[in-house]
């Protein structure tokens, strides 16, 4: 199943399919290690839901929901 990485709830696991942004942002988070096929992990959302935490390549990441809307992610 497909699902934007902002609709993923916390503890949820997946794997870059696609990600469609502005070019801006686009490069923002390839250059972040979110390219297809690289396995992430939703680990903590802020109180007021904005950002979010994920964990990939080892790292932890925080966006916005804004950003993480344009990352398609595939669940099991």
């Given amino acids: 199943m497909l699902v934007r990485l902002d609709q993923l709830k916390v503890g949820d ?8 942004a502005p070019s801006r942002i686009k ?3 390839l250059g972040l ?3 297809p096929g690289e396995k992430v992990k939703l680990e903590r ?3 007021l839901g904005d950002p979010i935490e994920i964990f990939v390549k080892g790292f932890h990441l925080s ?3 804004e950003e993480a ?3 398609m992610v595939e669940v099991k």
């Avoid at 696991?13 to 990600?19: D, P, R």
């Fill in 13 to 20: 696991e997946g794997k870059v399919v696609e990600v469609n």
């Fill in 33 to 35: 290690g979110l390219v």
């Fill in 63 to 65: 966006l916005r929901r």
């Fill in 27 to 29: 490069k923002r988070l």
């Fill in 45 to 47: 959302i802020a109180p």
């Fill in 69 to 71: 809307s344009g990352v």
